[in-house]
């Protein structure tokens, strides 16, 4: 019934199945088509046998030998477009002044929307894999609403598809990042969908190239992505460069390419055929690259290279390796000394075990308190140095002073001042900041400490004899 069903739909209507496939406006095709279904569905009012579900496999099946035998005879596409030829591409950054790097990008009748937010290790990803728990430092998550496709439905968890297309935009573009050592942030991109007529997976992996480099990410290389298609009969093919929803469904072959202008870093072929031979699988590959040298070129528009300074917004975050042995004197006791120097100097701190040490925050100042903090525990003081310090105590024969983190030394009351001290009490007090220079070390190994060769007002060394 079906074939008999495609026959008549074919003699009868096909002139105007392809007369609706020659409207280049996909909102105008479906109207066209729809106008056209109905008119086959009357066709067959009168007969029962010709159920409305049969009716439509049958009609989709005309469709799309019509369609196919169209491309593979003149080369002429759905949208008017040549087999190589990429739909219009717009591409503008910065679009949402809070994030710390965003992008739309548009190709065609496909639309992302791209966030990329930058964290501290205390944001990164845990993930429980089959080898073990480890952290990602790089997220990508990829929304597809019904509504993007002009339908309803329900939003709800995160479904296989948007798993899968985000996992590859993922892997196109983690190639292109920098090392954890380079570029110790934790970064989270996120692609809404707005509108998708195809592959809207590689125009994800523009948009986050884009909104990368606008967070100023330092990547490697601009990365673009383009789904090929394939349409084969017999001996006959024709490959498709960036293909619309409608050529996926009756194509052969969705092949989606990503990657730089230097190679590629990420592939998926989903093909509906038997196999395809090397002859088509080179034919594919080079005019993928083609296509994704023209959009890169497209993008390099809106922006050619990393931003030199991170987003204004971002927080900071600076680096430093301290000895793995010391790692448990930055901890201290049940995490003691960490938490004073958070609670301090107000900057978030990350340890990791190879004694690597992230310090992030929004401040600078802040920064170096806390990297300051951590050098004068994992390091010695060095004699003839000088370093700012408080009294914590107050004796007879000078006055303890505590120094570089937790060291403290003592201040001999004849190195309090250049003039005779009677009491330790007449020059300083508890509590005090002074600055000492660190004059050596006694026989048990106790550090000596002076005050006054050292001008209390600057910090600065006193010429000797003064």
Not at 11 to 16: C, D, Y
Not at 31 to 56: G, I, N, Q, T
Not at 192 to 208: I, K, L, P, Q, R
Not at 304 to 317: C, D, G, K, Q, T
């Amino acid at each position: 019934k079906q074939t008999e069903a495609e026959e008549r739909i074919r003699e009868a209507l096909s002139g105007k199945v392809s007369s609706a496939y020659m409207i280049t406006d996909r909102e105008e095709r479906s109207k066209a088509l729809s106008s056209v279904r109905e008119e086959a569905v009357m066709m067959f009012s009168e007969e029962p046998a010709f159920f409305p579900h049969l009716l439509k496999m049958a009609f989709k099946s005309v469709e799309k030998d019509i369609v196919r035998q169209k491309i593979l005879s003149s080369g002429q596409r759905i949208d008017g477009r040549g087999l190589e030829d990429i739909r219009p591409i717009e591409a503008e950054v910065g679009i949402v002044p809070r994030a710390h790097g965003s992008t739309l990008f548009t190709r065609g009748e496909t639309q992302v929307i791209i966030v990329v937010t930058l964290g501290t290790g205390e944001d990164e990803q845990f993930v429980d894999a089959l080898e073990g728990t480890y952290k990602e430092n790089f997220m990508l998550h990829y929304n597809f609403p019904s509504y993007c496709v002009g339908e309803t439905g329900r939003i709800g968890f995160t479904g296989r598809r948007e798993i899968g297309h985000g996992k590859l935009s993922w892997r196109a573009l983690r190639a292109q990042l920098p090392s954890r050592e380079e570029f110790p942030y934790t970064i989270r991109a996120v692609s809404e969908v707005t509108e998708s007529n195809g592959s809207s997976s590689m125009a994800t992996v523009c948009g986050a190239s884009l909104a990368m480099m606008d967070a100023g990410i330092p990547m490697q290389r601009s990365t673009a992505g383009i789904a090929m298609g394939l349409i084969k009969e017999g001996g006959t093919y024709r490959v498709l460069s960036d293909i619309l929803g409608d050529e996926d469904r009756i194509g052969d072959m969705d092949f989606k390419v990503a990657g730089t202008e230097q190679g590629i870093t990420a592939l998926q072929m989903d093909i509906k055929i038997t196999g395809i031979d090397e002859t088509i699988m080179r034919v594919a590959l080079e005019q993928a690259k083609k296509g994704r040298v023209h959009i890169l070129g497209e993008m390099a528009k809106a922006l050619n290279h990393s931003r030199l300074e991170l987003a204004e917004y971002a927080p900071r975050i600076e680096t430093m390796n301290v000895p793995v042995n010391k790692i448990r004197d930055v901890i201290g006791a049940g995490g003691k000394v960490i938490r004073e120097i958070v609670e301090q100097t107000r900057a978030k701190i990350d340890i990791s075990d190879d004694g690597l040490i992230k310090i992030a925050s929004s401040e600078k100042e802040a920064i170096q308190a806390a990297r300051d903090w951590i050098v004068s525990i994992v390091s010695e003081p060095e004699a003839g140095h000088i370093y700012k310090g408080k009294v914590v105590k107050i004796v007879d024969f000078g006055a303890f002073v505590s120094f570089w983190g937790a060291k403290e030394g003592l201040v001999h009351i004849s190195q309090l001042a250049r003039m005779r001290v009677e009491k330790t009490s007449d020059i300083v007090r508890e509590g005090q900041d002074v600055w000492v220079k660190l004059i050596g070390f006694d026989e048990r190994g106790k550090i000596r400490l002076s005050m006054k060769v050292v001008d209390q007002k600057t910090g600065e060394a006193l010429p000797e004899g003064k």
